[in-house]
């Protein structure tokens, strides 16, 4: 009985071995694998993270959120001084069953962001048209000590008039909202147009619609 007793004892003990070796093993490879870093947002994707519309004063007002990164070569020519030109457009639309849909309002937004090298700051110029280089169809202009200031200004739309709610006949579920917003690389000078067609480096744009009466239009 002895005998059979340190035998099972001496084979339960070099089966517990062998599992801490493997799990050693294991553990040791599983520091050797890479880590997969967190997904991020890539350099000229970009992103609708808000987008709303609410009623004041008999008005339709759009507030919305656009994330992007610059990529290295919009940003370089940025730093050589060359303007770079953003626009937002916003669509309401009537659907119709039996047509396509009815547009009933727009609204343009323009942004015409440049390198000051002599003070050294950012300025950013708005208007509701094409923005000319020598300020044709400014609205509003203001400055930034820092790029990021400043695209923090460009990606954020707050309580921007669409429409007059009372030339909106007929039921508000009817309606809908397009949203787009891009980089407009037809507005560069013309040797980096040539050189942006085409390219994923000035593709930054994004859209999204909004059905009206829906959660996110109040």
């Known amino acids: 009985m002895t005998r ?3 035998t099972v004892f001496f084979t339960a003990c ?6 801490r070796l493997l799990l050693a093993c294991l553990l ?3 520091a050797l694998l890479p880590v997969r870093a967190q997904p991020q947002a890539a350099p000229g994707s970009a992103e609708i993270t808000e987008l709303q519309l609410e009623h004041a004063d008999g008005e339709l007002l759009l507030s919305a959120n656009v994330q992007f990164k610059l990529t290295e070569q919009v940003e370089d020519a940025l730093h050589k001084g060359i303007p770079m ?5 916003a669509e309401l639309l009537r659907e119709r069953w039996y047509w396509t849909d009815l547009k009933v309002a727009s609204e ?3 942004m015409r962001l440049a390198y000051q090298p002599l003070t050294r700051r950012w300025r950013l110029n708005v208007g509701s048209r094409p ?3 020598l300020g044709q169809g400014v609205a509003l202009a203001q400055t930034f000590d820092s790029l990021a200031e400043a695209l923090a200004s460009v990606q954020r739309l707050s309580r921007w008039r669409i429409a007059s709610v009372a030339g909106l006949p007929g039921d508000a579920s009817s309606y809908m ?6 980089l407009d690389v037809s507005q560069l000078p013309r040797p980096f147009q040539i050189g942006a067609v085409g390219q994923s480096e000035w593709n930054i744009s994004a859209s999204k619609t909004l059905q009206l009466g829906a959660e996110g239009a109040r």
């Open 131 to 133: 923005i000319g280089n």
């Open 108 to 110: 343009a937004r323009h």
């Open 85 to 89: 030109f953003f626009v937002a457009e």
């Open 4 to 6: 059979v007793t340190t």
């Open 14 to 19: 070099w089966k517990s071995a062998w599992t």
């Open 177 to 182: 909202l397009r949203f787009r917003f891009a």
């Open 28 to 30: 040791a490879c599983s």
